[in-house]
Structures are given as structure tokens and as C-alpha cells.
């Protein structure tokens, strides 16, 4: 591929102007003399001169006038003076900086020589749009924003991230984040990814540079709160110092073997906890446990030991324990029917035949709960000589 093109300046290229680009549009001919007629309006020899509204600005126009004509006594007009937007006049100075590497491609790889930083000189080039605005509006939602401010330091924006897995897209998104919060509210943003899972963490926790190797653009480096460094909290006093702390700290170590421990050394703190400060976390343990072993966990502890709170969840917990119950009882008595009518059905095969039920027999076969017992009595009492041999052999 011949890439001297790349090199030599723009006079030495053939390019195309306003002149001769395919894209351009003849120019209109100029409008003919109006002659005919109905476009002239010149008023009658004997007529006279039609009276001028006194807004109307021109000769001839018979045009209605854009507003009525003030009445008299009334106050003048005041015309609303629009401020027009102009945009930013740009220098010559900053378009021959920028356009220099349109004309001469291969002045790139030159540059960064002399900077000292190693770029292979290109092989071919294209000039792209320049607008990057999105043609269309791609919908982008961090998950909390916050806006910080302290005595000592300057308000900050605090975007939370809550990440359950490894994503190659997300650092392109929270680059994307952070360049957005800093250019629509002026102040500098900070990013706080949250983990359950170690390999998550340590991955978000790696700092991403975008840009060339030789030369890195950006480099993107979000706080990481997950199981690698987060406390495990197992001592009520450490617990009760900091709820909230502690909270995330149950959530991040969701699959820790601890985790046991350490729920029921926040259920033992929630005990003493005043009602308005226990059930929110409650509510945000069993949210952030989802679907993982932990969460059974939680829920029991939380039905023993926090019984008497009336949080949604302790509700819940304790309308599932009815409904277990009613279940159970349920079942139990479908069971304890279908026991009652296996024996009736070996009763009533050894009435059938005429044989003798002594009241001992009668009272065994109706006190057995066992429906295997019960069916292989059934099969025996269409052959056995007498109501006692169903029980032979047992």
C-alpha cells in the first residue's frame, strides 16, 4: 500500500473545494422582473393614494399589520429585546493546531517521537465526524448518587455501584459516568463499586487505563468495598457502635462460613434496638442476602430472635410460619385419613368372607399408622383362614 500520500502536505493532494464538490447545489437564478398584471397593483389614474397604517413600513404593502394599532390614552409598546446566541467564535490559531494532523497524517508519529513515546507511523488514514454527540440518546443510570459535602474539603458526588459479577463493559460505563457527573455538575466525582464475592472485588478493584499503551488517556481507579476488605463483625459491641457499618458488612460477607455467627450477633444487637432503627435493618439484610443460603439463614434468626418486631419482613416471616403450619396440618390429616381408610378396607374384607374379628385384631388394625403395614394386611386378608393370620410372620 503506498502511504506517501500520508505525508506530504495538503497543496500536494487534490482536494476538493466548495468549487467543485459533487455535493453542491447550482446557484437559483436570479428572480425574473415581475410583469405580469395581477402582480402589478399600481392604483387607479382618479384614485387617490391608499391611506398608509401608521405600522406598516413599506409602500405598496397590503399586507394585514402584524399587531393592532394602539389606542389612544393607552401606554406605548414595549418591544421584548431577545438575546441571540452566537456560538463561540473559533481562532484561526485553533483550527491550524487541530487541522495540521488532517493535512499531514503522518506528523503524529513524529510528534510523539520527539515527546518521547513510541507510535509506528500510520499505514492509512480517514477523517471522521467530528460530532459526537449520540444520534441516539443511549438511557445511562448509576445505581445511588449522592452529594457529599464536608467542613474541611470541597462537595463531592459519590456514585455506588453495586456489581454481582465481572463485566468488561463496566469500566467504559463508569468512565463514562464520571466524565458526565464532572461536566454537568461541576464537581468531582467518585465511585464506589460493592461486592458479595472476592473475585468481583479484586477485579473492580484493578485500575483501568484507557488510551495507547505508550500513553494511557485515562486511568480509572474506583473504591471496591466487598469480602477482601471488608470487617467481619462478630462482637456485639463492635456491631452496636456502628450499625450501618455493620450492615454492609453482613451483605458483603454473604457467603462467608462465618456468616452464621455473623447474623446472630446482629439479631442479638437489633434486640435492644428501638423499633424505628431495628426494621430498616432488617428490611436492608434480607434485601441484600437475595436468594443466597444466608438468607434462610436470616430469616429464622430473625423470626426466633426478633419476634416482636413488627418490621414487614418479621410479618411475613411469621404468616409463612401459619401457613407452614397449616400445611403441615393439612397433610398430616390427608395422611391420617388415608391410614383410617386402609383399615376400615381390611375390616371389612374379613367381614365380607364371614370370618370371626376378635376385638384385639379389630383394635391392632385400627391403631396402625403405617400404610405399608395396612396394604400388605389388605393382601392377606383375602387369602388367611382367620382374622388373626393377617398378622402372621410379624
Given amino acids: 500500500m503506498d502511504t506517501q500520500h500520508l505525508n506530504a502536505p495538503s497543496h500536494a493532494r487534490p482536494r476538493i473545494t466548495g468549487d467543485n464538490h459533487p455535493n453542491r447545489r447550482p446557484h437559483a437564478p436570479a428572480p425574473a422582473a415581475a410583469s405580469s398584471p395581477a402582480l402589478l397593483r399600481a392604483p387607479a389614474p382618479d384614485s387617490p393614494p391608499a391611506a398608509r397604517h401608521p405600522l ?12 393592532a394599532p394602539r389606542a389612544a390614552g393607552s401606554p406605548p409598546y414595549r418591544q421584548k429585546k431577545r438575546k441571540k446566541r452566537t456560538p463561540p467564535m473559533v481562532s484561526s490559531s485553533h483550527e491550524a493546531m487541530h487541522r495540521i494532523f488532517q493535512d499531514y497524517p503522518g506528523l503524529f ?20 465526524p467530528t460530532d459526537l454527540t449520540e444520534a441516539r440518546p443511549l438511557e445511562r443510570r448509576v445505581d445511588t448518587l449522592l452529594r457529599l459535602e464536608t467542613e474541611n474539603d470541597d462537595p463531592l458526588l459519590l456514585a455506588v455501584e453495586a456489581q454481582g459479577k465481572k463485566d468488561p463493559d463496566k469500566p467504559a460505563s463508569w468512565a463514562y459516568y464520571a466524565s458526565y457527573l464532572l461536566t454537568k455538575y461541576r464537581l468531582q466525582p467518585m465511585l464506589l463499586v460493592v461486592c458479595q464475592d472476592r473475585a468481583t472485588a479484586e477485579w473492580a478493584a ?32 463492635e456491631v452496636r457502635e456502628d450499625l450501618a457499618l455493620a450492615t454492609l458488612s453482613a451483605i458483603t460477607h454473604a457467603t462467608d462460613p462465618d456468616i452464621g455467627a455473623i447474623l446472630k450477633t446482629m439479631t ?13 435493618i432488617i428490611e436492608l439484610v434480607a434485601q441484600g442476602l437475595g436468594k443466597l443460603p444466608a438468607a434462610e439463614i436470616w430469616r429464622k434468626l430473625v423470626a426466633v430472635d ?28 390427608r395422611v391420617e385419613g388415608q391410614t383410617q381408610r386402609a383399615a376400615e378396607d381390611v375390616l371389612e374384607v374379613l367381614e365380607v368372607r364371614g370370618l370371626d374379628i376378635p376385638e384385639a385384631v379389630r383394635a391392632r388394625i385400627l391403631g396402625c399408622d403405617d400404610p405399608d403395614t395396612l396394604r400388605r394386611w389388605h393382601r392377606r386378608a383375602v387369602i388367611t383362614p382367620s382374622a388373626e393370620g393377617i398378622f402372621t410372620d410379624e
Wanted: proline share 12%; glycine share 8%; with cysteine.
Fill in 56 to 67: 406598516q413600513t413599506c409602500d405598496g404593502c397590503d399586507r394585514a399589520p402584524f399587531r
Fill in 109 to 128: 508519529s513524529r510528534v510523539s517521537e520527539v515527546l518521547g513515546i513510541d507510535f509506528s507511523p500510520p499505514t492509512s488514514f480517514a477523517v471522521l
Fill in 206 to 237: 484493578r485500575p483501568v487505563r484507557f488510551g495507547p499503551r505508550q500513553w494511557p488517556l485515562l486511568t480509572l481507579r474506583p473504591l471496591v468495598a466487598g469480602p477482601h476488605n471488608m470487617p467481619v463483625l462478630t462482637d456485639p459491641a
Fill in 268 to 280: 442479638t444487637v437489633l434486640q435492644d434496638t428501638p423499633a424505628a432503627l431495628a426494621n430498616p
Fill in 306 to 333: 426478633l419476634s416482636f418486631y413488627k418490621s414487614p419482613l418479621s410479618q411475613e416471616l411469621r404468616e409463612q410460619g401459619r401457613e407452614q403450619g397449616r400445611q403441615e396440618g393439612r397433610q398430616e390429616g
